[in-house]
């Protein structure tokens, strides 16, 4: 099924009120945040920013009022529990967040009181929540832990979680290893994925695949109307436009089914992996492809397209976000 297709990411501010998230300014200063810690690699805060993205999305289409300072904390929690510690303070600092990082007091744990504290702090479905909560105690009970802090659980989960394979499934000789920091795999690194027709359009631009990153990996990839768009400026996008959807959103379903069972396959514990798909400048694409169009009709345009990518993606077993940004 399809979990939701809007423009727009709201959140709860303080007032109660619902405002639309500046998603480009978080990672703005993410991106600030990373570079005064020495760490260039463009792709960390976009990766950071498109989960905090995916989790606003989720609580939206689910009805949730998502609070500004709770995502704030999310965010936090995460950086510091994938060993970003120092980025989550930076961070902090820029945004004027008053997010407290300490370890926390030492207690006991039970199921429930876990999952709850992990269901508040880390971006995963409930499944995946209540498994990994019994496996951490478990970890807790065999290095002989009573108490333990929220901080000390919270990495503990997410070493669990990431370890990229079962020891029984490890080669000989071999041990299951989490990486030392954060591995991307890139994105030319899936074309091998890719159908004929994908690849085709990935060298068109029309497809846009996106790096996996070992923190909390999702199938990610990007769809560029623009690029669909003929050279001539007289052209009629009902007749040109419209027939290749159906056959593009087709290729995006076998490219994301395949991405899923190759994380399903590294990350085994990660039995249900995200997926999800970004229209980038799509208002744009409406307002300023179509010279000489009237308003109302872009519209009718924008709205007929996005029905029918709505219609052609929802047919796939497995939960899809849509970002019509």
Same mark, same amino acid.
């Given at each position: ?106 207690? *006991? ?5 876990? %999952? =709850?504290? !992990?269901?508040?702090? #880390? ?6 929540? $209540? @498994? ?78 996106? *790096? ?5 990996? %999702? =199938?990610? !990839?990007?769809?560029? #109307? ?6 001539? $400026? @007289? ?91």
């Amino acid at each position: 099924m399809i979990k939701i297709y809007s423009t727009s990411l709201l959140v709860q501010h303080h007032d109660g009120s619902l405002q639309s998230f500046d998603l480009d300014k978080l990672r703005e200063k993410l991106t600030q945040a990373f570079r005064s810690n020495g760490i260039s690699d463009p792709w960390l805060p976009e990766h950071f920013s498109l989960m905090l993205e995916e989790k606003i999305r989720s609580g939206n289409a689910a009805g949730e009022d998502l609070d500004s300072d709770a995502l704030q904390a999310l965010l936090a929690n995460v950086l510091v529990a994938t060993g970003y510690g120092e980025v989550a303070v930076s961070f902090g600092q820029l945004t004027d967040s008053d997010q407290s990082l300490v370890p926390g007091e030492m207690q *006991p744990w039970e199921h429930s009181k876990l %999952t =709850a504290m !992990l269901a508040r702090t #880390l971006p995963l479905a409930e499944n995946q929540l $209540q @498994d990994l909560s019994r496996e951490s105690l478990t970890a807790l009970e065999k290095l002989g832990f009573v108490c333990a802090s929220e901080a000390f659980m919270r990495e503990l989960a997410v070493h669990i979680l990431h370890f990229r394979r079962c020891p029984g499934a490890a080669p000989a000789g071999k041990k299951p290893r989490r990486p030392a920091g954060t591995e991307f795999i890139p994105a030319d690194a899936w074309a091998h994925l890719a159908s004929d027709a994908s690849q085709l359009l990935i060298k068109r631009n029309v497809l846009r695949l996106l *790096p996996l990153s070992d923190i909390f990996p %999702t =199938a990610r !990839l990007e769809m560029h #109307l623009q690029a669909l768009r003929p050279v001539s $400026q @007289d052209w009629q996008p009902e007749e040109s436009l419209l027939p290749q959807l159906p056959e593009i959103c087709q290729e995006i379903l076998l490219l994301l089914q395949r991405m899923r069972e190759h994380i399903r396959q590294t990350w085994p514990r990660i039995e249900n992996p995200g997926a999800h798909v970004i229209f980038p400048a799509y208002r744009d694409f409406f307002q300023q492809q179509l010279p000489g169009w009237k308003k109302r009709r872009q519209t009718t345009l924008r709205q007929k397209v996005t029905m029918l990518l709505e219609e052609q993606l929802q047919q796939q077993s497995f939960e899809l976000l849509l970002s019509f940004r």
